[in-house]
């Protein structure tokens, strides 16, 4: 079963726009991932951000969490053409020894 | 380092068929895990090995099997193809030691697209 989901499902931006993906999750974290998947090739972690951080930069990257409501954005800014791709926020479950669990993406073009 | 590597990268099936997808993880990572994509249900998660033992499996049917060698390459098998089994099939490692170490980040590798006819 999907733990996260993306919202939107697709967006479409202009270059030099900034984009905002939502990912919600259902049970407790102790961390949540974010990973980019060019058209039809592997996933390509993004970056990482713990349960008791509420925001983490990288590069033009943005990621915040809010776990009261279960929920994280990641916000590219100033987006390039090369930043189309699909996104996928990922999280492992608190307890037990199961893998990551994928939500479905976001599917994001950038026209240039 | 050298990423992780999946072969073949596309393969074309027939119904009743068998395949044979092959990884090699990052030197040095244990964890091998398995994937399947495809557009309906996204990444599902098919099972994990870590020293030649699998020790997490997803909920799919026992066509799917796997395997990991002492070199901590992989194998995964599919039996008995069925037209649903079409997607991108991916590997990804880990370099995490416990089946429950939570901030382990995964590497995948390109892809196995397989067609099934």
């Known amino acids: 079963s999907q733990q996260g989901e993306e919202d939107p499902q697709a967006l479409s931006i202009q270059e030099g726009e900034n984009a905002t993906m939502n990912c919600s999750y259902k049970?407790?974290?102790?961390?949540l991932q974010w990973y980019r998947q060019n058209s039809g090739r592997g996933l390509v972690h993004l970056i990482l951000i713990r349960s008791n951080e509420r925001e983490k930069h990288s590069g033009r990257l943005r990621v915040t969490l809010d776990t009261s409501k279960k929920s994280s954005s990641l916000l590219i800014t100033a987006s390039r053409a090369a930043d189309t791709a699909s996104y996928f926020c990922?999280?492992?479950?608190?307890?037990?020894?199961?893998?990551?669990?994928f939500g479905k993406g976001t599917r994001l073009s950038v026209i240039a | 380092k050298a990423g992780v590597t999946q072969t073949p990268r596309y393969l074309i099936k027939t119904r009743g068929q068998q395949v044979t997808l092959s990884c090699s993880p990052i030197s040095g990572h244990r964890s091998v895990s398995w994937y399947q994509q495809t557009p309906g249900q996204g990444l599902q998660f098919l099972f994990e090995y870590f020293s030649e033992t699998q020790r997490n499996k997803g909920n799919f049917p026992g066509r799917f099997s796997g395997r990991q060698f002492s070199n901590s390459r992989s194998e995964m098998n599919v039996s008995t193809l069925e037209l649903g089994d079409s997607a991108l099939y991916l590997c990804?490692?880990?370099?995490?030691?416990?089946?429950?170490?939570?901030?382990?980040?995964?590497?995948f590798g390109p892809g196995t697209r397989l067609t099934v006819l």
């Open positions: 990922a999280t492992p479950p608190l307890f037990g020894n199961t893998p990551l669990v």
């Open positions: 990804a490692s880990s370099s995490k030691i416990l089946a429950g170490e939570s901030t382990d980040t995964q590497y």
């Open positions: 049970t407790s974290i102790n961390n």
